[in-house]
C-alpha cells in the first residue's frame, strides 16, 4: 500500500491542470508522484494585458469542482464574471418575445447560473495552486513515442528523456499526441460552419446576462466580461466568418449590431477578430491499459451550449474519483 505510482498527464491546459490538482488533493494524493507535461512554454497572465478572446461559460457544477481544488475565489476577485440570466430566442421570435428561454439564478435559489472567464486566468490560478503541491511541471517538451511496458507506459520526450509511468492521461487537446501514438481512432465531421470570435462595447448593459439568438446559418451568443463587454461568439458559414474576420471594426460591428437584434443597442467591436473553424469528435475508447483520455483528446463538441471546457472538467473529476477508489481498494 505505500507503493508509489507514477501519473504523466500530457496538456497544460485547463483540463489537465485541474486533473493534476484533484490528484493532488485526493485522499490517495501520497501514493502518487504527478508529472505534467507541455510542449508549449509556461503560460503567463497579467491583469494589465487586454482580456484574451479564449473564454469559457462555467457551469454551476464546474464552480464547485473548481471550488474543490481552491481556485474559486482568486478568479471571482481577479476578472471572472458571473452570469445570473440567460436569454435564448430564435430569429423569427424576440428576446423577451413568449417563444424566448429565461433562465433565472432566482429560480434556483444560485447566486449566478456560472460564470464567464478567460481561458489563460483559468490556467494562471491552477498553476498557482499546483505550486502549493508536489506535481512536477515541465514545459517546452513534448512527446515522441509511446509503449507498453508491464502495465503501463513508457515515454520517449523530445528532449531524449525517458519515463515511465503507470498512467498516462492525455489532456493534449483535440489533435492530442497521446491519442495518436495509443492508436485510439476518432469519429468526427466538419460542421458547415466557423465561429468568429471577437470582444465588444454595447450600448446596454449586459446585465449579467448571456445571450443567444438562433439563426438559419447558426447561433450568436454574447457573453457577459468583467470590464463590462461582452464575447462574441457568432457561429455561421465559414465564408462569412472568414470575411468579417479579416474586415473593418466598424463593417463587424454593424453584422453583430444586425445579428444580435439589437438586443443591447449597438455593438461596437472592441478587440481583433479571429475565425475558427469547427468540428465535432469523439474517440471510439477514452481508455486502454495505461492511458486515459480526458477533455478535447477524447471529445470535442459545437460550442453553442458552451459545454467543452464543463466536460473536460467533469472528466478530470470523474478519473480522479476512479483513481482515489481503486486505490484505496488496493
Known amino acids: 500500500m505505500n507503493e508509489r505510482h507514477e501519473i504523466v498527464i500530457v496538456g497544460a491546459g485547463v483540463v489537465g491542470l485541474a486533473t493534476a490538482a484533484m490528484l493532488a488533493r485526493s485522499a490517495v494524493a501520497e501514493q502518487l508522484t504527478i508529472r505534467v507535461l507541455d510542449a508549449q512554454p509556461a503560460p503567463r497572465f497579467d491583469t494589465t494585458e487586454p482580456m484574451g478572446l479564449r473564454v469559457s461559460a462555467m457551469s454551476a457544477g464546474s464552480i464547485g469542482l473548481l471550488d474543490s481544488v481552491g481556485v474559486i475565489d482568486e478568479l471571482f476577485a481577479t476578472r471572472a464574471c458571473p452570469y445570473r440570466d440567460m436569454r435564448v430566442w430564435d430569429a423569427g421570435g424576440a428576446a423577451d418575445g413568449q417563444a424566448a428561454l429565461h433562465f433565472s439564478a432566482a429560480e434556483f435559489a444560485l447566486p449566478q447560473l456560472g460564470f464567464i472567464v478567460e481561458d489563460a486566468l483559468l490556467r494562471y490560478s491552477l498553476l498557482r495552486c499546483l505550486d502549493a503541491t508536489a506535481v512536477q511541471l515541465q514545459f517546452g517538451t513534448g512527446i515522441q513515442a509511446m509503449s507498453r511496458t508491464g502495465g503501463g507506459r513508457e515515454l520517449t520526450l523530445d528532449n531524449g528523456e ?92 454593424r453584422a453583430l449590431t444586425d445579428a444580435s437584434d439589437h438586443v443591447l443597442g449597438e455593438l461596437q467591436v472592441a478587440a481583433d477578430c479571429a475565425s475558427l473553424p469547427l468540428r465535432a469528435q469523439h474517440a471510439r475508447n477514452y481508455v486502454q491499459q495505461g492511458i486515459a483520455l480526458v477533455g478535447d483528446a477524447a471529445h470535442t463538441v459545437h460550442p453553442l451550449a458552451g459545454q467543452g471546457a464543463n466536460l473536460g472538467l467533469a472528466d478530470a473529476a470523474a478519473l480522479a474519483k476512479v483513481l482515489e477508489d481503486s486505490l484505496n481498494e488496493g
Do not use: C, N
Not at 466557423?194 to 446576462?209: F, G, I, K
Not at 457577459?224 to 465564408?239: F, H, K, M, N, Q
Open 162 to 253: 525517458q519515463l515511465r509511468a503507470a498512467l498516462v492521461i492525455g489532456a493534449d487537446g483535440a489533435r492530442s499526441a497521446v491519442r495518436e501514438l495509443a492508436a485510439i481512432e476518432v469519429d468526427g465531421w466538419q460542421y458547415p460552419q466557423a465561429a468568429l470570435v471577437t470582444h465588444a462595447r454595447s450600448a446596454q448593459s449586459h446585465r449579467y446576462t448571456a445571450w443567444q439568438r438562433f439563426m438559419t446559418d447558426g447561433p450568436l451568443a454574447l457573453l457577459p466580461l468583467a470590464d463590462g463587454r461582452v464575447s462574441i461568439v457568432w457561429s455561421t458559414r465559414p465564408e462569412l466568418a472568414k470575411h468579417y474576420a479579416q474586415a473593418s471594426a466598424d463593417e463587424v460591428s
